[in-house]
Nanobody, 122 residues
Framework: EVQLVESGGGLVQAGGSLRLSCAASGFTFDGYAIAWFRQAPGKLREGVSCIESSDGRISYADSVKGRFTMTSDNAKNTAYLQMNNLKPEDTAVYYC???????????????RGQGTQVTVSS
């Protein structure tokens, strides 16, 4: 069974940090683009960060550049999102997704997790 399971969310004060994890089972990261998305109530889904397997290139949304860092450990089939200097506007459900097209800008995502809530208080 294919699964993506996120963890590490929680409540943090503005300026604080959290580290999210995305653990995969049932498939391997090799050949997949792995992305972090977030969605706040009443807002559209936003792509936060993404890594393409072919060249290891990592992209970030402008809103998180310089504050968030995505890494991936293919040996553990786990991706991470280190979030520093968090702001109230970062409050959202964060989830990871995987695409066999290995293309971050594409619309096709084969698998996604259930998400983990991140709440940043002011």
């Amino acid at each position: 069974e294919v699964q993506l399971v996120e963890s590490g969310g929680g409540l943090v004060q503005a300026g604080g940090s959290l580290r999210l994890s995305c653990a995969a089972s049932g498939f391997t990261f090799d050949g997949y683009a792995i992305a972090w998305f977030r969605q706040a109530p009443g807002k559209l889904r936003e792509g936060v960060s993404c890594i393409e397997s072919s060249d290891g290139r990592i992209s970030y949304a402008d809103s998180v550049k310089g504050r968030f860092t995505m890494t991936s450990d293919n040996a553990k089939n786990t991706a991470y999102l280190q979030m520093n200097n968090l702001k109230p506007e970062d409050t959202a459900v964060y989830y990871c997704a995987a695409s066999s097209y290995d293309y971050c800008a594409g619309p096709n995502w084969d698998y996604r997790g259930q998400g983990t809530q991140v709440t940043v208080s002011s």
